[in-house]
């Protein structure tokens, strides 16, 4: 038995721009994804990637199209309910991090738990905890800008996974990674989320991790083109 479908996106357009300058960054995209699955998307720089990440995500609303998620109409929410629906069900991990500098590394892995209002000193202990799992259990004091690139990339993975989304986002995550942390990193989410039959969406160039998809989509000039099996079917 299959999953029950944890994304199910539809002839999604999205457009930047204007005048000449306009381009269109999604071209009628559909993709589907469901839980106790790992997708990944591949392809050429500026073919689509992060834009259809962030619009399956709610973070960029399409111009055309849908996105559902576990039966909800993403975009039909009003605002605040989207944001709401984003911060328990999504955990996102951005292609250049966004930690908040102002912020210790755990005061940054803590702010998902902070805003579903759990009480501070439960919510950090819980970050180091998360800081622990991706080893920079000794970094938890420091703000983001003492850490190398990888270990910010660690700790926004941290901060995606903290509060145990279904759903699990992750935008280029090995890629200031050398190889033996990118795999580690990859082999604990993977095993975290899929454990619990949560759906993890990962773009990447990274070959890597191509041993430890169910499937493969490759994206190109706004479309996703063909569909190969990962490396873990
Ligand atoms: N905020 C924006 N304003 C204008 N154009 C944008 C914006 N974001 C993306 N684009 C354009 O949309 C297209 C797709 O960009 P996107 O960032 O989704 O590509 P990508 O596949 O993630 O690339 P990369 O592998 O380099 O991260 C590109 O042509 C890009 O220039
Ligand atoms: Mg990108």
Redesign the pocket.
Known sequence: MTDSIAIDARALDKW??EGAAR?Q?LRGVSMQAHFGEMVLIV??????????LSVISGILRPDGGSVTIDGVDLWAQPDDGLADFRLNRIGFVF?DYHLFPRLTTAENVAIPLILKRRPWDEALAEAARYLEVVGLAGRAALPPVKLSGGEQQRVAIARAIVSQPDILVLD?PTASLDGDTGRTIIEFVKHQVLNTRRCIVI?T?DSRIFEYADRILR?EDGRLKGIDAGGAR
């Open positions: 930047f721009g381009t960054a392809g050429p720089s500026g073919s689509g990637k992060t834009t259809l292609q280029e773009v160039h994206m």
